[in-house]
């Protein structure tokens, strides 16, 4: 689907947004990425925004409020707080998660007081959707693919963390992403939210400190490596899935 038309039908789908930063420092590549090149130049040493490997739209048409309201409305999805270490779990009904929980980030709230719908999904109920998408086409020889599926209210997002490779993609909004490589401890506190460390901690960083950065738009898809620390803004109410490489 053309962009400017994505543009236009994503906030009809979900609403909500924060303002835009236009600068990106992720490196980019498109449809003439080989695998052998992105296993040599990327996979075990920086991130990649991948655009034009694959096309999504029937997956995010499957993905509008709607459609998802009425095939999982009375489905338990399980909710976990935005911050570091995401502890508690909270199960709830998915209609009750849309109508009441999902909305934008409150800045002066702890990371442990927000909570975000992402992974721990049901995928015997919701295989039939995720059937439907294209994952990322390259892999890390000896891993697989495993999808973390989530949707969440503007402003809100996951504070800095690391773990193994994967890809995201956005398929509605827009999600800013902030990445240190592993030998970099970013300066945060593990129960702020995303949007308390952008207003607060992100201002002072020297530019030396500052991280690398980029705003997804649907279409195009995040590859991150091993134990890269990463924190994520969703800018408007998104929907954006996963694919973790183990
Ligand atoms: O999409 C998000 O907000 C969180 C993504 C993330 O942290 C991850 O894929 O590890």
């Given at each position: 689907m053309a962009r400017w038309l994505l543009a236009l039908l994503a906030p009809l789908a979900w609403a909500g947004a924060v303002p835009e930063e236009p600068r990106c420092t992720v490196e980019g590549a498109d449809a003439a990425l080989s695998a052998e090149l992105f296993l040599r130049?990327?996979?075990?040493?920086r991130p990649v925004i991948l655009r034009?490997?694959?096309?999504?739209s029937a997956f995010r048409a499957l993905c509008t409020r709607d459609k998802l309201l009425a095939a999982y409305g009375q489905r338990l999805v399980r909710l976990s707080t935005a911050n570091t270490y995401s502890y508690r779990k909270v199960d709830v009904p998915f209609q009750e998660y849309v109508e009441q929980?999902?909305?934008?980030?409150?800045?002066?709230?702890?990371g442990s007081d927000t909570l975000y719908f992402f992974g721990d999904n049901n995928f015997t109920e919701w295989g039939p959707l995720f059937q439907q998408y294209v994952p990322p086409p390259f892999r890390i020889p000896g891993t697989s693919g495993a999808y973390s599926f989530g949707i969440a209210g503007s402003g809100s997002g996951v504070p800095f963390h690391w773990h193994g490779p994967g890809y995201s993609e956005v398929i509605f909004g827009r999600k800013r992403w902030f990445l240190y490589p592993p030998d970099k401890t970013p300066h945060f506190h593990p129960n702020e939210t995303t949007l308390a460390w952008l207003q607060h901690t992100y201002p002072t960083l020297p530019p030396a400190e500052r991280p690398l950065e980029c705003t997804l738009r649907p279409g195009e898809i995040l590859y991150f490596p091993d134990r890269w620390w990463h924190a994520t803004l969703n800018l408007d109410t998104s929907v954006f899935i996963s694919t973790f490489l183990g």
């Open positions: 130049r990327f996979a075990f040493s034009g490997v694959t096309d999504n929980l999902l909305k934008p980030q409150d800045p002066t709230a702890l």
